[in-house]
């Protein structure tokens, strides 16, 4: 029988940490873009930045966070909490933060339509 399962990569620094769970490249092709969950450490922030070309969608699953978007000068503040789960839909062009500002760690779950490639990264801060 093979084996069906795959070590995940997880990346941490000061501000908690992120792991990609689903890459086309890894599923054949099947899905484009990838899915990834990420951690916001308490007073961290993470974000700060657009991308040209992709589009992602977050939700929170564990904790409470601040998600700002700014574009054109507008910004809009969002919360994202477990109690009320919000599914948010990021555009282009849309800069986009998380802000923690509460004493315990938020997770938060996103797909991006885009794999992530770092020698064309596609993010602008």
Request: charged share 40%; aromatic share 8%; hydrophobic share 30%.
């Amino acid at each position: 029988m093979k084996k069906n399962k795959r070590l995940l990569e997880k990346k941490e620094d000061e501000r908690g940490w992120l792991i990609e769970l689903f890459k086309g490249s890894l599923l054949d092709d099947k899905i484009k873009g990838q899915v990834y969950s990420f951690s916001i450490n308490p007073g961290a922030k993470r974000g700060n930045h657009y991308h040209k070309r992709k589009t992602e969608w977050f939700s929170i699953l564990e904790g409470r966070c601040k998600l700002i978007l700014e574009q054109d000068g507008e910004e809009e503040e969002i919360i994202l909490e477990n109690e009320n789960p919000l599914l948010v839909k990021v555009l282009p062009n849309v800069r986009h933060t998380f802000e923690n500002e509460t004493e315990e760690k938020a997770i938060v779950i996103a797909y991006i339509d885009e794999e992530f490639n770092p020698n064309d990264p596609d993010t602008f801060r």
